[in-house]
């Protein structure tokens, strides 16, 4: 796999929502502030999906931007958490606006408890007067923030992680509001410009995080942070230097000891190149694919932790969305997975994710209601139709995971089509899945045709070939049984009644699965027992946000 991480697009090899370093996915156990080299997990044992990161005492000062955050598991006995394990990893990502309104980007590092960083963090300059907000992705399931000593870094930073006994998710934020006040305060008085979104090839405006084309279940999630990560597990920032000290540490394991030498033939496991890991998120998904793809550029600033490059953000994205996107906006609805307590859509909790991303609070009417905001998904000119009428750009973009599919749009076919039922738009419309897909016998997406939202898709049986058609193919109304082998034809799929919505998907039905950006389930959890609902309405049975699975199955 490769990623390219400076002077280009990010290329990602796999997806998990999560990392994609899919070698270092290996536990370790640090020794004596050292981690040891990453040893398999055992076959029967999955990773522990909720870590907590303990907050340096002072996190908006330049020193504790510097700090590395340490991670450890939530509850000891459902496992250990580490940072290098793919399925695990944290992410932080800081914005710095100066008084005059300079912004740079910073990312502070996460390594493990107990170990030391695989190079030294670099330091940022926060000019007097200031304002910095912090945020924080995450690659599973519940991340929850915790002092790292006497005192409470959490609150020192005015950190939000979601209600009292109630955490986001995969989301948390800190100062998130002052950062956004003195923003818009900069902006107001011509300080700080936020540049035009410019015109995509298709002739409308450039997309942003809260464009209906781009959102799925959960919009405004996660960060667009990338750490390095060594042989044995230990994390760096993403700069030179980090890259020069770790190639020279390699080198140094691989010329061996006075106790253990080389004999210069083998090269050692430990000399391999850095991993990348990052955090799959919608920010990632718009700037360093879709962007790209339709011919726009985000708005970004220096990152001072990745010397001085420029870079995109979550704070950057949601300046430029509040500024420049036009109705209809997609602005966090009360159905979102991160924002519900108990399984229950929750306004105190919605305001709260709201305000970490600068969006207003759930207003009168329409505002966060959970079926306008799947009827505009689904059914607007504005939503996911134009990814269908961009689909001839979308096909000639990398796909962000080439396993679920060989190009953006299959890969944002699929999204759309778990984004469906995991809004619980199913249950709230009273409808089935307007996107359907085709997927290859191994599970692939190779293609997908949108139908109107609230009619059956027609029935007709799919064209069986060799290999993957690539040409569009008629929604079968009962999906057929692939031919066995790879490369066999592609089998039509596509959701389930709003009546059968907990009934098993059938083992013959070839369904695309992985954790995408934003964290839907696998399709082949899509018909599983909760989704989500409005303000006090109570569930259907579906899978447990917590529990969903954020890897392609293997």
């Known amino acids: 796999m490769s990623l390219a991480l400076i002077g280009g697009p990010v290329i990602l090899a796999v997806v998990a929502g999560s990392v994609f370093a899919a070698d270092v996915r290996a536990q370790h156990r640090p020794q004596k502030n050292q981690a040891a080299p990453a040893q398999p997990d055992s076959a029967d044992r999955k990773p522990d999906p909720n870590c907590t990161l303990l907050v340096p005492d002072n996190p908006l000062t330049a020193r504790g ?8 598991a939530t509850d000891p006995a459902q496992g250990p958490c580490h ?8 992410f932080v990502e800081a914005a710095i606006l100066t008084p005059n309104g300079k912004l740079t980007v910073y990312n502070p590092l996460v390594i493990d408890k107990g170990t030391r960083p695989a190079a030294p963090t670099a330091r940022p300059s926060v000019p007097r007067g200031s304002t910095v907000g912090i945020w924080f992705g995450f690659n599973s399931a519940e991340l929850t923030l915790r002092p790292s000593g006497r005192r409470d870094g959490p609150a020192r930073g005015q950190c939000v992680n979601g209600l009292p006994g109630s955490v986001f998710g995969q989301f948390a934020y800190c100062n998130a509001a002052a950062f956004f006040r003195a923003a818009n ?3 107001a008085k011509g300080h700080l410009r936020i540049p035009a979104l410019g015109r995509a090839k298709d002739g409308l405006p450039c997309p942003t995080t809260r464009d209906f084309s781009v959102v799925d279940q959960d919009g405004s999630d996660n960060v667009v942070t990338h750490y390095l990560a060594d042989a044995h597990g230990r994390i760096a920032q993403n700069n030179a230097a980090s890259r020069a000290a770790l190639k020279k540490a390699a080198r140094l394991t691989n010329r061996g000891d006075r106790y253990h030498r080389h004999n210069g033939r083998a090269r050692s496991a430990t000399t391999r190149a850095p991993k990348d890991l990052a955090n799959g998120s919608d920010n990632l998904l718009l700037t360093q694919f879709m962007d790209p793809a339709l011919g726009c550029k985000p708005f970004t600033a220096p990152d001072q932790s990745g010397d001085g490059r420029a870079t995109s953000a979550l704070a950057l ?3 430029s969305a509040a500024a420049h996107q036009k109705a209809p906006i997609a602005l966090v609805p009360r159905n979102d997975p991160m924002t519900l307590v108990d399984g229950r859509g929750s306004i105190a909790k919605t305001n709260a994710y709201r305000t970490g991303v600068d969006m207003p609070a759930v207003g009168a009417g329409a505002d966060g209601d959970g079926a306008a905001f799947c009827t505009t998904l689904f059914r607007d000119p504005a939503g996911i139709q134009r990814v269908f009428k961009d689909k001839a ?21 699929a999204r759309a089509n778990q984004t469906f039922t995991n809004l619980g738009c199913d249950h709230l419309l009273g409808a089935a899945d307007p996107v359907v897909l085709t997927a290859n016998a191994d599970g692939m997406v190779t293609d997908a045709v949108l139908t109107t939202l609230g009619r059956t898709p027609p029935s007709a049986a799919p064209t069986t070939s060799a290999s993957p058609s690539t040409s569009p193919s008629t929604p ?4 057929s049984t692939p031919p066995a082998g790879k490369g066999a034809g592609p089998t039509t799929t596509q959701a389930t009644s709003p009546t059968s919505a907990s009934a098993s998907p059938s083992p013959t039905t070839q369904q695309p699965q992985g954790h995408l950006y934003g964290s839907p389930t696998p399709a082949s959890a899509l018909a599983s027992p909760g989704r989500t609902a409005l303000d006090g309405a109570p569930l259907q049975p579906a899978l447990p946000y917590a529990q969903r699975p954020l890897r392609p199955l293997e």
């Open 65 to 72: 931007l510097a700090t590395p955050y340490r991670l450890v």
């Open 83 to 90: 940072e290098a394990n793919p399925d695990q990893s944290a």
């Open 185 to 187: 305060a900069q902006i």
């Open 317 to 319: 994205d949601e300046l």
């Open 393 to 413: 750009l979308f096909e000639k973009a990398p796909s962000p995971d080439p396993a679920m599919a060989p190009n953006l749009f299959g890969f944002l076919a």
């Open 476 to 479: 079968s109304a009962s999906p």
